[in-house]
């Protein structure tokens, strides 16, 4: 069996923010402003595995929010693995159910975090969602509560009116010239129970 060369584990920037939000338009710039290889992992590309004919609304019935569940969860574990085996991450993820951040907090423990909040306001994400026509009017809005209820980042952008590029220099700024000190990563597993 072969086994991944050793060294370090890689870095993970984690993108947090709502759908619609622009995570995966940061995303998209922060692999081509980073100088070392990154891979981008959204949620939304392990949550198209599903079979197409399947719905992906957890609100279809209480079999398809398990296999949801168990999909996300299977998520954070391959994340963990890719950065594990020295791949620097990308993550773009929702976490509008408290478990995901429990969780991440949990697999991620002993990786290198920077936890970004995406922010947007509800009046632009409306907007992108009624021009995008993939998403719900209103799903966003219904997330912004949980997703960003821890309130603790790294580092945070709002993208209704700074775009998905300068957020992404941001990001390369703040790795370049990170403070010293518990990440945000650090902060909350330490204000709270994550076993």
Request: charged fraction near 20%.
């Amino acid at each position: 069996m072969m086994r991944p060369p050793g060294g370090d584990p890689g870095r993970i920037v984690f993108l947090n923010g709502v759908s619609s939000s622009g995570k995966s338009s940061i995303a998209r710039h922060l692999l081509e402003a980073l100088e070392q290889p990154w891979f981008h992992m959204p949620v939304d590309a392990f949550g198209a595995m599903l079979r197409p004919e399947r719905p992906t609304d957890p609100s279809s019935g209480p079999e398809l929010a398990e296999v949801l569940t168990r999909m996300r969860a299977g998520f954070h574990r391959a994340v963990a693995g890719m950065a594990a085996a020295g791949n620097n991450i990308v993550v773009d993820h929702v976490l509008s159910e408290p478990w995901r951040l429990v969780d991440c907090l949990r697999v991620f423990n002993g990786l290198d975090v920077v936890f970004v909040g995406v922010h947007c306001s509800i009046e632009e994400l409306h907007r992108r969602e009624l021009a995008r026509r993939d998403r719900a009017p209103g799903q966003a809005a219904a997330q912004i509560a949980q997703v960003h209820a821890h309130g603790c980042y790294d580092l945070t952008c709002d993208t209704t009116t700074t775009g998905p590029e300068d957020c992404a220099r941001m990001i390369v700024q703040f790795l370049a010239h990170r403070p010293p000190g518990p990440t945000a990563f650090d902060r909350l597993r330490a204000a709270g129970d994550t076993r």
